[in-house]
């Protein structure tokens, strides 16, 4: 048994002004996924569900055939389990990212800490303020976790991405046992206003990092096995998107942190990336590779540069994969667009995506691979979890707790 499941993480788009009024898979000379779209079955489905939100560990756990409104418990928790953090099965994660206030308006919702920094500043709020209710876990990058031991607690919360020249106290957590987390949100501001780091910050003209940002909660998340369910089969994943190792680890599946991709380089990138990929193939059932690059150009708010990397991808990448994958004559494959980001505004977008499935399932008229061609000509599948079933010859949804 080989099986491949490709995530195109963020691929999906709009339509850009800019790449003449097409989208990034329309713009990008892909012909390998064009031959391929020929070749298999191109559709059109749902990866997020109503009330879920848009991230690629949400649509990677509906691909992989889980009833993602029942199993997806709050992206902290999927962090947390990421980072290799501990996590009670009474504990609520939060994500934590550090703000900029003036003590009224949000002033800064990015604050870039050096390693140095970050764990001065965590150092001093696990000292003061931490205890046996709340654990303060620094990551790299500029989203953390903090833990709240021993609580049921589901607040609502929003995330800070939007709050910049907002009033912070109407956004703090609402709900149950709110008081509990204002204050600790109250306390740390009186602690990291008086902190040297932050002196030092304001001196050479830097936002200071005086506000944590709590949203996403979650609890452990309980998946059913999918390497059981499956029939004890093998599984394993490269990604090193921490939510998405915190799924794996929940679901059964093995992850792999693979070489680091970079634009600057990205042709030798990806043949790192796919010789890596080719290693792991002999020796596993299924492999989740998960491709982020499309979604990052789209943070970056480049159009060119997402195009860029989808040709890449194919160009390098593709060939040395199929090669390796269809050596064994019962292999199958889907790749899949995880959500669509629009790579002019950087925001993750509501809608219906294209896959890919080989070989031939079901008739298809699509001889492109993208938006339109899928939409118009493809097969339409309701929702994802329905391609577990063409992947794996599993009942889906998985809802077995």
Known sequence: MKRILILLDGAADEKQEMLGNKTPLEAANIV???KLAKEGTTGWT????????????????????YESTLFYTGRGAFRALGADVPLGLKDVAFTLAFLSTDGEQITETEVELSADELRAIVELLQEKIGDSHFRFVPLKGQR?????????????????????????EPHLPKGDNEKKILNLIYHALELLDKHEVNKRRIDEGKPPANL???????????LPSLRLIAGMIRI???????PMRGLCIAAGIRPHRPPKVEFDNLSESYERLVAYTNDLIPDTDLLVVHIREADKASHQRDPELKVFALQKFTEVFMPKLLDAVFAYEDARMLLICTHKTNSLTGRHLVGEVPFLFLPKKSTSRADEFHEEAAQSVGVKVDRACELAKWLLDIQTPIRLG
């Not at 953390?144 to 912070?168: A, N, R, Y």
């Open 32 to 34: 390998q996924l064009h």
């Open 46 to 65: 749902r990866t997020i569900l109503d009330g879920l939100p848009v991230q690629p560990e949400v649509a990677a756990m509906e691909t992989l055939g």
């Open 144 to 168: 953390h976790v903090l833990i709240w031991h021993e609580s049921f607690t589901m607040l609502q919360c929003e995330p800070p991405d939007d709050l910049k020249g907002e009033p912070f």
């Open 212 to 222: 944590i940002w709590l949203y996403e909660p979650g609890m452990m998340p309980k």
């Open 236 to 242: 394993d994943a490269i990604t090193d998107h921490i």
